[in-house]
């Protein structure tokens, strides 16, 4: 089992930067690919942005692409996620999740490939 633990959310205005950090307090995830996804009142879970085991390739949902950057440092077991340019539209609950993978260069869109999540984090962005 890997607990996941989320930090970071909180109210901003639109234009605003936010940076999100999911910890794993009692397990190293060096060998997992990490992803955040978000859930917005009413809709269902998104996919945000995926790093892979080394952090050597990302990938991002359109809709936060060129605003949202997904890094990751294994030695404190922390992947982050800085968010730019806020936009009302990015207010959700945002979650990490890990899955254990075999090689790098892996990373997931679908949340059901996802085997750990966290509590998640609610972001909230006002006009």
Not at 74 to 86: E, F, I, P, S
Not at 91 to 96: F, I, P, Q, R
Request: some cysteine; charged content about 20%.
């Amino acid at each position: 089992q890997v607990q996941l633990v989320e930090s970071g959310g909180g109210l901003v205005q639109a234009g605003d930067s936010l940076p999100l950090s999911c910890t794993a307090p009692d397990r190293t995830f060096s060998h997992y690919s990490m992803g955040w996804f978000r859930q917005a009142p009413g809709k269902e879970r998104e996919f945000v942005a995926a790093i892979s085991w080394s952090g050597s390739s990302t990938h991002y949902a359109d809709s936060v692409k060129g605003r949202f950057t997904i890094s990751r440092d294994n030695a404190k077991n922390t992947v982050y996620l800085q968010m730019n340019n806020l936009k009302p539209e990015d207010t959700a609950v945002y979650y990490c999740a890990a899955v254990l993978v075999l090689t790098d260069g892996v990373f997931y869109e679908s949340e059901f490939e996802y085997d750990y999540w966290g509590q998640g984090t609610q972001v909230t962005v006002s006009s």
